[in-house]
């Protein structure tokens, strides 16, 4: 079975789009199925299968580990991402740029200061993350 978009759990984890997730992958899933459907035996099956899976990992694998990134980062520390986004001129002409579609989450998280900055928040406390709500006192 070949599963694409939401049913593949494909989406973008900091913007949470996944219009062009499920479009991309349906794409590479309906040419698949075309080869899949043209196989001879199970192991041309499995090669084709296989070949769409490395096909989604080689093309949204890479943006979902960038959002993940910056999801991550943007849990541990959002007022650092705020200002980043907002107060940096380079990091907001990749928002503006991502906005505006002509970059992804993954060209905004490889340029030379976030990713420089990704590296150094990991080090930093946790801060403004929601925390667990301790449960109310029994009335
Ligand atoms: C409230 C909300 C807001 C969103 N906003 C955005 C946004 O602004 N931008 C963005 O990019 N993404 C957004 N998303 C995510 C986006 O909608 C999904 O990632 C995208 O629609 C996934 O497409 P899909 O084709 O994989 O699944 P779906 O769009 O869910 O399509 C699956 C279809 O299969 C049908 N189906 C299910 N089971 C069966 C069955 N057994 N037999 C026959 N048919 C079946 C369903 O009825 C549905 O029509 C939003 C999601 C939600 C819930």
Redesign the pocket.
Same mark, same amino acid.
């Given at each position: 079975m070949l599963v =694409?978009?939401?049913?593949a759990a494909l989406?973008d984890h900091w913007s949470?789009?996944?219009?062009?997730? =499920?479009l991309r992958s349906g794409d590479l899933a309906g040419h698949a199925a075309a080869r899949l459907a043209a196989t001879a035996d199970d192991a041309e099956a499995h090669t084709a299968a296989d070949h769409y899976e490395q096909q989604v990992d080689d093309v949204l694998g890479v943006e979902m580990t960038a959002s993940g990134t910056l999801m991550n980062l943007f849990t541990r520390n959002p007022g650092l991402v705020h200002t980043a986004l907002t107060r940096l001129p380079p990091a907001w002409r990749r928002l503006d740029a991502y906005i505006a579609g002509r970059t992804s989450v993954a060209g905004i998280m490889t340029t030379p200061l976030v990713r420089t900055a990704a590296a150094l928040a990991t080090r930093l406390p946790l801060r403004g993350a929601r925390r667990p709500q301790s449960a109310p006192p029994h009335s």
């Open positions: =694409a978009g939401d049913a989406l949470r789009e996944g219009i062009s997730y =499920a």
